[in-house]
């Protein structure tokens, strides 16, 4: 008897084959568990972002902080702790042997798991990044939408939910959901908090949260992208550095996927040796990405427009933003803002016109108003000062503006004319501390009540004793000429503070 | 095959013990089967979590800001004790055992208490804003969602929607809401703050209590 004995011949695997990895990809998108999370990120969005950015001044900088200060926060839990869902599958349904023996590696399944995953929850971030960015397009007078904010955000969600559901894959169970999610609830709450202490460390910069900026930021000067950079690169490699160790994993003896750390082993012997190079490049890679970023966090300074990183600062980002004030003239005095600000410069104009007229020709009055940057950097003193010749008033954004009833309420008004009188009379020591003398304040007081306004809603440089009142109630009711003689001739010695309350009239 | 065969009465399955310990018995496989071992050493994790962003100050001291990380933390506990609600049975367990509503009352019940004593054990010594009143309050109110949930999603989702809830309550916290149904943001003492959670609570419980949570897990639909 003869047979014919044909050669057997290994069944050919290939290596990669872009139909089968999207069949796949798509079986894993239709059957993944981020669709049941979108209801309620879409109400958290609706909630929490959205109503945030629709008080805030309409400012691209300041409502776009918000996709790294509130919308990485809301995704956080969510994309880690179903990402870790996703990942702890096959070792949660003890799987992880049935599937040894199919012919791909178990690394393709995972990252068909990942991907899907990462097509949500990116999905959802965007759309909600878009609907942000849609709304505030039609609120902003001035700019155009900043990216780094969004390259950040993504940067962010993504680290989270490859961390996620690499703890899935490592550790499965059904506690790891959970804890994944609370962890990555707590992270961007620590950092934000770190980044507010006053002993801080200038790595703390790499969270994933912001800190308050004022509201100008990013439009006297471009928003320095020197921090978000080095955010990018560090989350960026912690996710690469994740995706390495997955890789690894088999080769580590990590029980990816199964109870038995046999088909650990047996899945180890079954990865060729140009994957274990390439997981362990992607992880030296990831790791070293991230200790760079750290590094160069180390050496972030804060200048007057914000954070420097000199590694990657890009001199040409220090160069203030050309643009043509927006001006306007109430009772013969001249109010400029910035055109970002121009919703608010009728309520400005309306504030500081009577008060500029108050105190026109006296020596040094200013001749008008402008809008100036907030500074970022030391000696930290944000308020309005006098400069120039003529003297200019300078003034900068400050929170009464977004106030409910913004400029339009009468407490916004008076801060706004108490601030221009105390900056007026108080000279080079108020500039310095910020207080007025008992005689200062009642001459700002009187000015404050000669105009219309009620004292007591804009006393900046101090309290008001019942001695100052009485002297203020005694100065308002001269004339406005008598007023205006007395200033002339007494208000050199008012600003040097050697004016007492007896002396007034 | 013989008539005697058939007629031979059927083998009666041997009692184990007395009423008593097979009752203990019993519950002790309810709890192993639900993984509640597993989920006291979770809640002793969030204790231990708490504790160190007491010590460490992790968070503000004062204001609204302080509430953040222990009401995450409380909604991690409250998680843990809902993904103790699946159980690997499903409907041959439900067919058969009619001790299981008061099970299922018992083991939610009794993990809600540790969960409360163990963050406070956690907080022994350091200075919880709010104190024991509003960290049980929170437990005990994001616990009744995570019932609830478990009833839609299963028992392995039902840490989704208190993480949601703690997620809204964080900016209601900034926002100083005052609605009732936000009670992680109110005052410790607010009578309809409690009501609200203990409303929650008490419905979320019965509901898991006589339904149980949904059995099948939300990807297997797939």
């Known amino acids: 008897m003869t047979t014919n004995v044909f050669p057997s011949r290994p069944a050919r695997v290939r290596s990669f084959s872009p139909g089968a990895a999207l069949r796949l990809l798509w079986i894993e998108i239709k059957r993944n568990a981020m669709p049941w999370a979108l209801p309620i990120l879409a109400a958290l969005f609706c909630y929490d972002t959205y109503r945030t950015a629709s008080g805030s001044p309409p400012i691209w900088t300041v409502r776009a902080s918000l996709v790294t200060s509130k919308m990485v926060f809301d995704f956080a839990a969510f994309a880690g702790g179903l990402a870790a869902w996703t990942g702890s599958r096959e070792g949660r349904r003890r799987t992880g042997d049935l599937l040894a023996t199919t012919v791909r590696h178990a690394l393709t399944r995972q990252l068909a798991a990942l991907g899907a995953t990462l097509l949500w929850v990116l999905a959802a971030f965007l759309a909600a990044v878009a609907a942000l960015y849609i709304e505030t397009a039609r609120a902003v007078t001035w700019g155009g939408a900043p990216l780094w904010p969004v390259f950040v955000g993504v940067t962010a969600v993504t680290m989270l939910s490859v961390l996620g559901f690499v703890a899935g894959a490592l550790f499965p169970g059904r506690f790891t959901a959970p804890l994944v999610a609370i962890c990555a609830g707590l992270l961007p709450i620590i950092g934000s908090h770190n980044l507010q202490a006053p002993t801080r460390n200038t790595h703390v910069l790499l969270t994933l949260n912001v800190s308050l900026q004022p509201y100008d930021w990013g439009v006297f000067h471009h928003v320095l992208p020197d921090v978000s950079i080095a955010q990018v690169m560090f989350m960026g490699g912690i996710a690469v550095a994740a995706i390495g160790l997955l890789a690894l994993a088999p080769v580590l003896r990590l029980p990816v996927g199964s109870s038995a750390a046999g088909s650990a082993g047996s899945a180890a012997a079954g990865m060729g040796w140009w994957l274990r190079v390439t997981s362990a490049v992607v992880l030296v890679a990831g790791v070293a990405t991230s200790c760079t970023a750290y590094y160069l966090a180390g050496t972030a300074k804060q200048t007057q427009i914000g954070w420097e990183i000199p590694a990657l600062h890009d001199a040409a980002n220090d160069r203030p933003v050309p643009y043509t004030p927006d001006c306007t003239s109430v009772s013969g005095f001249r109010v400029c803002m910035h055109p970002a600000f121009g919703e608010y410069l009728g309520g400005v104009a309306v504030a500081l016109g009577p008060a500029g007229a108050e105190i026109a020709g006296l020596p040094g009055a200013p001749v008008r108003a402008s809008q100036v940057a907030t500074p970022l950097g030391p000696p930290y003193y944000s308020g309005p000062g006098l400069s120039g010749a003529p003297p200019v008033y300078q003034f900068t954004a400050y929170l009464d503006w977004v106030s409910p009833a913004g400029m339009d309420s009468v407490q916004s008004r008076a801060a706004l004319q108490g601030q221009f009188f105390d900056t007026f009379l108080g000279g080079p020591s108020y500039a310095q501390t910020g207080n007025l003398d008992p005689a200062q304040q009642a001459v700002s007081n009187a000015l404050l009540t000669a105009i219309g306004t009620s004292p007591s809603f804009a006393n900046f440089g101090g309290f008001s004793t019942p001695r100052v009142t009485a002297a203020a109630s005694r100065f308002a009711a001269l004339p406005s000429s008598a007023r205006h003689a007395w200033l002339l001739s007494h208000l050199a010695a008012l600003r040097a503070g050697h004016v007492t309350l007896a002396e007034l009239p | ?222």
């Open chain 2, 1 to 222: 095959m013989t008539a005697a065969e058939v007629r031979t009465p059927p083998a009666v399955p041997a009692r184990t013990g007395s009423r008593g310990p097979s009752g203990v018995r019993l519950a002790w496989l309810h709890l192993r089967s639900r993984r509640v071992p597993a989920g006291v050493l979770a809640l002793a994790v969030c204790a231990a979590a708490l504790r160190a962003a007491l010590h460490w100050h992790w968070s503000f001291n004062a204001g609204p800001y302080s509430q953040q990380i222990p009401m995450i933390i409380e909604a991690g506990a409250a998680a843990a004790i809902g993904v103790t609600t699946h159980g690997p049975f499903g409907e041959a367990e439900r067919a058969t055992g009619r001790w299981l509503p008061w099970l299922r009352l018992g083991a939610a019940l009794a993990l809600t208490g540790l969960a409360i004593a163990a963050l406070q054990l956690g907080v022994t010594g350091a200075s919880l804003n709010g104190g024991i009143l509003q960290m049980a309050r929170n437990v005990i109110g994001i616990t009744g969602i995570g019932l609830l949930c478990s009833l839609v999603t299963g028992g392995l989702l039902a840490w989704t929607l208190p993480m949601g809830y703690m997620a809204f309550c964080q900016y209601a916290l900034l926002e100083a809401w005052r609605a009732p149904w936000t009670w992680p943001v109110r005052p410790p003492t607010d009578r309809g703050a409690w009501i609200a959670a203990c409303v929650v609570f008490a419905v979320g419980l019965l509901a898991f209590a006589l339904r149980g949570a949904r059995t099948r897990l939300t990807d297997d639909n797939a």
